[in-house]
C-alpha cells in the first residue's frame, strides 16, 4: 500500500489548508533541485511533494483524492467517464496529469509549461573610420553594451546564500488552471510567469532580474573598401540567448568619415583636376592623386570643364569580387584671375578669333 498525499506532506487527513501549505513549503524548500544537485532521491521526493501540495490544495482535486482515493482498487468512473485506478497507481508519475485528465479536458491543465528557447536580440552600434582607413581597411575596437548574467548572482536573480524557491501560487508547474465546472483553463502562473519558482530575497544588485548591463569591447576587422552604412555582421556577439536560445548578432555599421579629396560613388572615386586652360585647349599633362599616389594624367586636347577622365583600377577596394573600382578625374579648367600684359595680349587676341 503506498503513502497517501497526506503521508507525503506529513500532514493528517483532516489537515486544514494552512497546514497543508506550510508543510508543502518546508519540504519543497528542503528538497528543491537547487540545494540538492545531483540527487535523484531527493529529485523523486521534491515531485511527490508538488504532486501531493497539487492536489491537497485544490478543494474540487482533494475531494476527489479523498473520494477515489478512499476506494482502494477500481474506483467508480470518475467525471466525463474516466475510469480511475488508484490501485495501480504508478507513483513516480505525476498525479498532476492523470487528475489534469479528469478536471483539465484534455490533461493539459498539469503538464508544465517548458519556457521555449528565445534567441538573444541583435545590437547594433556604429565605428567611426577615416576615409583612408576606410580604403586600407583596419582593426577597430567597438565598444558595446550588453545585457549579461549579473555578477553577484550568477544569473539566479536571488541574493547569495539564498535560493529561488518552489512558487507558491503554481506549486512550480509554471501554470495555472481555473476550474469551470468540470473544465479547466490553463494559463502560465502570473506569480513565476512560468518559471515555477519565484525568488524570496531578491540579489541586492540587479534587484532579482538576474541581468545586469555591461560593457564589452569586440575587435572587429574592417575590410578595405567599407563604405559609409556598411554593416557588418558578428555572429553571437549579441544579446545572449534564453533558456538554452543562441545569442544574437552584433551589427557594426561603418560611418566613414567624408575626405577633402575624393567624391565616392560606388567603388569609384571622383576627384577634381585643376587644368589650365592652355592645357585643356591644346591638351597636356596633368598630376591626379590617388589613394596610392598621384599619376600623371593625359589630358586632351579640346577638354571641356567637368570632362570625366577614367584612370582604371585605382579606386575603392570591391567589397564583393576581387580589384578595385576607378579614379574618375573630373577636369576643372582654371580661369586666371590676374593676368600680366604678354597673356592679356594673347587672350584678347583669342577673344577676337572666337567673337
Ligand atoms: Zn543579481
Ligand atoms: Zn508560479
Same mark, same amino acid.
Given at each position: ?6 503521508? +507525503? #506532506? ?8 494552512? @497546514? ?12 528543491? =533541485? ?36 478512499? +476506494? ?26 492523470? #487528475?489534469?485528465?479528469?478536471?483539465? $479536458? ?69 501554470? /495555472? ?23 524570496? %530575497? ?32 558578428? %555572429? ?11 545569442? $544574437?548578432?552584433?551589427? /557594426?555599421?561603418?560611418?566613414?568619415? +567624408? ?6 560613388? $560606388?567603388?569609384? #572615386?571622383?576627384?577634381?583636376?585643376? /587644368? ?38 585605382? $579606386?575603392? =577596394? ?30 584678347? @587676341? ?6
Amino acid at each position: 500500500m503506498p503513502e497517501s498525499l497526506y503521508d +507525503t #506532506l506529513g500532514v493528517k487527513k483532516g489537515a486544514s489548508a494552512d @497546514e497543508i501549505k506550510k508543510a508543502y513549503r518546508k519540504l519543497a524548500r528542503q528538497y528543491h =533541485p537547487d540545494t540538492n544537485q545531483g540527487d535523484k532521491a531527493a529529485e523523486e521526493r521534491f515531485k511527490q511533494v508538488q504532486t501531493a501540495y497539487d492536489v491537497l490544495s485544490d478543494t474540487d482535486k482533494r475531494k476527489a483524492y479523498d473520494r477515489f482515493g478512499s +476506494t482502494n482498487g477500481r474506483a467508480a468512473p470518475g467525471p466525463g467517464g474516466v475510469n480511475v485506478d488508484f490501485g495501480d497507481f504508478d507513483w513516480s508519475g505525476d498525479l498532476g496529469d492523470i #487528475l489534469g485528465g479528469i478536471f483539465g $479536458g484534455a490533461g493539459r491543465g498539469g503538464r508544465r509549461a517548458r519556457p521555449q528557447p528565445v534567441r538573444g536580440s541583435d545590437v547594433e552600434t556604429q565605428v567611426r573610420l577615416s576615409f583612408e582607413d576606410s580604403l586600407r581597411g583596419a582593426e577597430a575596437k567597438v565598444p558595446v553594451e550588453l545585457t549579461v548574467a549579473c555578477s553577484q548572482c550568477g544569473g539566479t536573480g536571488a541574493e547569495p546564500g539564498t535560493a529561488p524557491v518552489i512558487c507558491p501560487e503554481c506549486n512550480g508547474r509554471g501554470v /495555472v488552471s481555473e476550474s469551470q465546472g468540470l473544465f479547466a483553463l490553463s494559463q502560465p502562473c502570473p506569480r513565476c510567469r512560468g518559471n515555477g519558482t519565484v525568488i524570496e %530575497k531578491p540579489c541586492s544588485k540587479c534587484h532579482g532580474s538576474g541581468r545586469e548591463r555591461r560593457r564589452r569591447t569586440f575587435s572587429v576587422k574592417i575590410k578595405p573598401g567599407v563604405k559609409d552604412g556598411t554593416k557588418i555582421r558578428l %555572429k553571437g556577439k549579441g544579446e545572449a540567448g534564453q533558456n538554452g536560445g543562441p545569442n $544574437g548578432d552584433l551589427i /557594426v555599421v561603418t560611418r566613414v568619415e +567624408t575626405s577633402p579629396t575624393y567624391e565616392r560613388r $560606388g567603388d569609384d #572615386l571622383i576627384v577634381q583636376v585643376p /587644368v589650365s586652360f592652355p592645357t585643356a585647349a591644346l591638351g597636356g599633362k596633368v598630376e591626379v592623386p590617388t589613394p596610392e599616389g598621384a599619376v600623371s594624367l593625359k589630358i586632351p586636347a579640346g577638354s571641356e570643364d567637368g570632362k570625366l577622365l577614367r584612370i582604371k583600377g585605382r $579606386g575603392a =577596394p570591391k567589397l564583393t569580387g576581387s580589384g578595385k573600382g576607378d579614379v574618375l578625374a573630373r577636369v576643372r579648367i582654371q580661369v586666371p584671375k590676374r593676368v600680366n600684359k604678354k597673356e592679356r595680349e594673347l587672350l584678347e @587676341e583669342l577673344q577676337k578669333g572666337v567673337g
